[in-house]
């Protein structure tokens, strides 16, 4: 990855990081490059384009579409993906994460007869349900299978890989028909970013 550092250099970033400070919006920006750290105003975010990529870990544990509605989890399983998002939290790359209850607490609403219908869990079509996700902001693909790799899965989980939509993927057409719609985060920008 590479920036624009002065009208006539540019050099190789290390790591990069964006991020919104809570409740305000307001972006900030981290460059660190050549042993240094550099942090560029908001406004240079345009001209000085990070070119990382959002990804969503999913979470998808064999069998639980059959779990009960109440779960007892193990104290030390939750201790070790905590420290697991935590090497996240640390390593700058995490956005959120949230985990599921179970499709036995769930609703599910179709559309197929042109009305909604609501039909309550569990799903007995359902053979694999999502149990949590984390949302990372990552340089390659290849990071996030690598970030995926470290989880401390048991036997039965599956983690998929997605990446997440921005609106440079689409037609300018698609971005002009997003626009009306402001980001709920605010600094982040209109609709899909």
Known sequence: MWIKRAPSMTC???????????NTGRLTCESRFSGATQHVAPERLQTERCHSMRFMMLMIPLGYESAPAELDLD?????????????LKDAGVLITLEGLHPPAA????????????????????????????????????????????????????????????????????????????????????????
């Open 106 to 193: 769930g609703a599910r609403v179709t559309f197929a007869s042109g009305k909604p219908v609501v039909t309550d869990g569990p799903f007995a079509e359902s053979k694999e349900v999502l149990g949590g996700f984390w949302m990372i902001e990552v340089a390659s693909r290849a990071e996030a299978i690598e970030w995926a790799k470290q989880c401390p899965a048991s036997g039965n989980e599956i983690i998929e890989i997605r990446q997440v939509q921005e609106m440079a993927d689409f037609s300018e057409e698609v971005q002009q028909a997003a626009a009306s719609f402001e980001h709920p985060q605010g600094g982040w920008g209109k609709a899909l970013r």
């Open 12 to 22: 190789e970033i290390i790591s990069h990081r964006v991020s919104v400070v809570q």
């Open 75 to 87: 104290p030390e399983r939750v201790a070790a993906m905590m420290r697991y998002n935590q090497a």
